[in-house]
């Protein structure tokens, strides 16, 4: 499931890449043909990138926490529940080959 995921994230972060390699084409392209200025088109690339950055960081943000929510809803032990089982383990073999008569 979590490699899912990752695919899926990843696949957007493949598409925002395609997306504002696009962009940069297309405003390049508009100030050859002087349909906008230099200035009027690095603003325009900039507001874009800027804006898909933002998106970014909230599609990232939203994947964690649905992620949490499935891991919760799964059952699956947190990192930290995880830990301290895996220290009450530790406890109770160290209590319990102290107690084993030799």
Same mark, same amino acid.
């Given at each position: 499931? !979590?490699?899912?995921?990752k695919n899926i994230f990843y696949q957007g972060l493949g598409m925002v890449a395609i997306a504002k390699d696009?962009? !940069?084409k297309a405003v390049a392209e508009m100030v050859e043909r002087g349909k906008i200025t230099r200035e009027e088109g690095?603003?325009?690339y900039e507001d874009i990138t800027s804006e898909t950055s933002r998106a970014g960081s909230e599609f990232k943000d939203n994947m964690k926490e649905h992620f949490r929510e499935f891991l919760e809803k799964s059952g699956i032990p947190s990192r930290a529940e995880f830990d301290e089982l895996k220290a009450r383990v530790a406890a109770l073999e160290k209590e319990?080959?102290?107690n084993t008569p030799a």
């Open positions: 499931m !979590e490699d899912t995921l696009k962009v !940069e690095k603003k325009f319990n080959s102290t």
